[in-house]
T-cell receptor, first 112, second 113 residues
Framework: AQSVTQLGSHVSVSEGALVLLRCNYS??????LFWYVQYPNQGLQLLLK??????LVKGINGFEAEFKKSETSFHLTKPSAHMSDAAEYFC??????????FGTGTSLTVIP | DAGVTQSPTHLIKTRGQQVTLRCSPK?????VSWYQQALGQGPQFIFQ???????QRGNFPDRFSGHQYPNYSSELNVNALLLGDSALYLC????????????FGSGTRLTVV
């Protein structure tokens, strides 16, 4: 069975500070891993994904994530937070690319 | 290029009623999945349709059913609505290459009173 744990339901950072959103997964085999962002009253937008190959994945808006198999983690980072980054972030895991298992989300607040 | 289109955007229904939600996938996508997102939660997989058949189903009761048409558009039907069915229902489409991930619509906000 697959599952995702997002540590910290709420994260606050100052504008310009490092953003770190944590995601740990449980899977019997190496899965596909995704980060999605959701703005209020909107659907989910894909930030980045890991399928195979390079473990450091770069996404849109300056975000990146590193797949660490030994730690079963896929943490999301951004060097410098911007006000427009305030949103809900979801980590997701999938074995086949069909059914996704989402975490409960992390709400990011950016303080000016 | 239009993304995933869902209708209606908002809906209010009474307990016991039935509801139909609609989804048009992104151009070039042939697979449609439905997710339920309760307030403050992550999306939960309901089912996936491919080639007009339900290919995979999550842990949802039979009150939740769906359909996919030859043009790949899809419907989600929920019978005998419960208060607990109140949620944002998200439609997501994907191409044949599943590694590319889903494209999500903006969702239908269903409120059951």
């Amino acid at each position: 069975a697959q599952s995702v744990t997002q540590l910290g339901s709420h994260v606050s950072v100052s504008e310009g500070a490092l953003v770190l959103l944590r995601c740990n997964y449980s899977s019997s085999v190496p899965p596909y891993l995704f980060w999605y962002v959701q703005y209020p009253n909107q659907g989910l937008q894909l930030l980045l994904k890991y399928t195979t190959g390079a473990t450091l994945v770069k996404g849109i808006n300056g975000f990146e994530a590193e797949f660490k198999k030994s730690e079963t983690s896929f943490h999301l980072t951004k060097p410098s937070a911007h006000m427009s980054d305030a949103a809900e972030y979801f980590c997701a895991v999938s074995l086949t690319g069909n059914q996704f298992y989402f975490g409960t989300g992390t709400s990011l607040t950016v303080i000016p | 290029d239009a993304g995933v289109t869902q209708s209606p955007t908002h809906l209010i229904k009474t307990r016991g009623q039935q509801v139909t939600l609609r989804c048009s996938p992104k151009s070039g996508h042939d697979t449609v999945s439905w997710y339920q997102q309760a307030l403050g939660q992550g999306p939960q997989f309901i089912f996936q349709y491919y080639e007009e058949e339900e290919r995979q189903r999550g842990n949802f009761p039979d009150r939740f059913s769906g359909h996919q048409y030859p043009n790949y558009s899809s419907e989600l039907n929920v019978n005998a609505l419960l208060l607990g069915d109140s949620a944002l229902y998200l439609c997501a489409s994907s191409p044949a290459d599943r590694e590319l991930g889903y494209t999500f619509g903006s969702g239908t906000r269903l409120t059951v009173v």
